[in-house]
């Protein structure tokens, strides 16, 4: 017996290839969607569509040139570690010119030749340029120029840019600003929640032609999402790897207990650590191997004002920072690789400044190094953390003398700094 006739599946449901029969419409991808499809009727600005490594960006794509009208003429650009004379060549040859060979000026020339043809003979041109966070800020510059090619009426050339979260620094940088006067939308999809992510499972399962609402049980769904963190690509292979476990094991159900197999399987630690949510997976490995009474600090992360994670930490030091390596993983241009530390012993826990770019602040005042005491608010950026002492024990007085000494240490610091 087989893979798929042992779960009653037409066809497999979780593989990889991008395949827009298989695109789950959550609101985020219909959104997105929605906004390229403005670019057909609104011709003028760029769309930029960003989202994680996995999020279904080229599946989305597919599915949006599938569904183009016969006036509308596209170019697909994937390949972006480009020069710009390079970039204009894989326009001008999607859109069938053999143009090698050819002086940058000659290059322009022909694509705004082909340009004004199609507006006059009543077709759209769009130019969709995917992984464009790979594009350097010359052909960056060469897109805003093209995109200025213009009839009497209207512009002739719509652009659509996807591509990973690195696309919006990019975009946000100083030397953007006139690239970003002409970006109409910006859209960033995110991981599925909770509830699309069983959705999701449930939809591409009825897909490959399986009947039973209950293949994966319920304890399954939660370990699934915190194992992937909501992203499409990494729910893909944990399911099907856990799918391969229960059938070579004759099992017809998957429990949560398989997906914890599969995870082992696949190990997780390296993959994960790629796309973005390792520290995910480092938490879920604590609640399972570690005893809960041997946390005795724990983090709450504000974005905005909003709860998006929770940790705890035994004795020891942690690092705060955007690189996926930090225990406290915050990816955001405000924090630095390697912005803080934070230092429990027995006393309590020390917050520590490692020569971030934009520092790190209890309310107003900025710090270098201070003694938490419980509740504190930690600012980096528009990210807050709240340090509570999970032993609960009183602030006393051993401590604010602590406090005094360090603040004071700080202070001479800072006066020697500005003598100097």
Request: hydrophobic share 35%; charged share 30%.
């Amino acid at each position: 017996m087989s893979y798929l006739e042992h779960f009653e599946l037409t066809e497999q449901p979780f593989r990889l290839t991008p395949d827009p029969e298989f695109l789950y419409w959550s609101k985020q991808h219909a959104r997105a969607k929605a906004y390229m499809e403005s670019t057909i009727w609104l011709a003028d600005g760029f769309v930029v569509i960003t989202g994680e490594i996995g999020s279904g960006k080229t599946t989305l794509l597919q599915s949006f040139l599938s569904e183009l009208d016969d006036d509308v003429i596209y170019a697909v650009v994937s390949q972006t570690q480009l020069s710009p004379t390079q970039f204009l060549q894989a326009i001008l040859t999607e859109f069938g010119f053999k143009p090698f060979n050819k002086r940058k000026v000659e290059l322009l020339d022909m694509l705004n030749m082909f340009l004004i043809e199609q507006y006059s003979n009543g077709k759209k041109v769009v130019l969709i340029v995917d992984e464009a966070q790979n594009l350097s800020t010359k052909v960056l510059e060469e897109i805003r120029l093209i995109s200025g090619i213009e009839t009497h009426k209207e512009k002739v050339l719509r652009i659509i840019l996807a591509g990973q979260p690195e696309l919006k620094e990019t975009l946000d940088s100083p030397g953007m600003k006139q690239l970003v006067q002409r970006v109409r939308l910006r859209f960033h999809i995110g991981p599925l929640d909770r509830r699309e992510t069983r959705e999701y499972i449930e939809r591409r399962l009825a897909i490959g032609g399986h009947k039973n609402p209950d293949l994966f049980a319920d304890d399954s769904f939660e370990v699934i999402y915190r194992f992937s963190g909501g992203v499409p690509r990494l729910i893909n292979t944990l399911c099907d790897t856990a799918l391969l476990c229960a059938f070579a094991d004759e099992k017809k159900v998957i429990e949560a207990i398989d997906i914890i197999a599969a995870a082992e399987e696949l190990n997780w630690q390296e993959h994960e650590s790629i796309t973005g949510v390792y520290e995910q997976l480092r938490q879920l490995e604590k609640d399972l191997r570690r005893d809960q009474d041997s946390y005795v600090t724990r983090i709450e992360i504000r974005t905005d004002d909003e709860l998006v994670d929770v940790l705890n930490f035994p004795l020891g030091r942690v690092i705060v920072g955007r690189s996926p390596d930090n225990e406290v993983y915050i990816k955001s241009k405000f924090v630095s690789r390697h912005h803080a530390q934070l230092v429990s012993d027995e006393s309590g826990c020390v917050v520590e400044d490692l020569n971030s770019t934009n520092g790190v602040f209890l309310g107003e005042k900025q710090v270098k190094k201070y003694r938490l005491r419980d509740g504190d608010k930690i600012s980096l950026g528009v990210h807050e953390l709240t340090y509570h002492d999970l032993r609960r024990n009183s602030e006393s007085d051993s401590s604010v003398t602590i406090n005094e000494e360090i603040n004071e240490n700080d202070s001479s610091q800072d006066s020697a700094v500005n003598e100097t």
